[in-house]
């Protein structure tokens, strides 16, 4: 059963601190890895999607790296600004061929100025 | 290019109640699913639609149900309303057929009961 697991469930930082965001899962057999981003009472929105063939993909300032081998993804954010704040989290689908993702419980970000 | 769409944003309803939720999903997708999001649990899977047809179902009570539509189009509905089931209601559609693509979520239902 694949599970996935979100470190550290919180983080603040002071605003310009480039930070990295970390996302583990138990099953490496995953067909891709998505990051969302979620402002309170908010929907998700999408921010990166890295398939299984890809090491990484990069937005503007958010990079993802994926390491199927060892069960990891990084979020990696540059020069963090206050409007970075929300909760990040990760998800992998449970199967090939399904929506049916599983999802971390999330790392709340806050970004101080 | 309209997003995800779901109604209503907001609903009260009272224990023993049903309520059905709407989602519209982005021109063009014909993948459409849905998520219970709660402080405790998370993020937990329902169901997943495509072309009318249930694809997979999530471990919840049968009291949860769905259908979708020709025009892809989705609505879920929960019967007989336990306090439990106080949540944000999310809902996703993707472009890809057959799933593994990129997923865009809706800015939900927020479900309280009373």
Redesign the interface.
Known sequence: KQEVTQIPAALSVPEGENLVLNCSFTDSAI??L?W?RQDP??????LL?IQSSQREQTSGRLNASLDKSSGRSTLYIAASQPGDSATY?C?V??Q???????????TKLTVNP | KAGVTQTPRYLIKTRGQQVTLSCSPISGHRSVSWYQQTPGQGLQFLFEYFSETQRNKGNFPGRFSGRQFSNSRSEMNVSTLELGDSALYLCASSRLNLGTGELFFGEGSRLTVL
């Open positions: 067909y891709n998505q969302f009472g908010k929907g998700l929105t999408s999607l989290l998800a689908p449970t090939g061929g399904s929506e049916k993702l599983v999802f971390g419980k999330g």
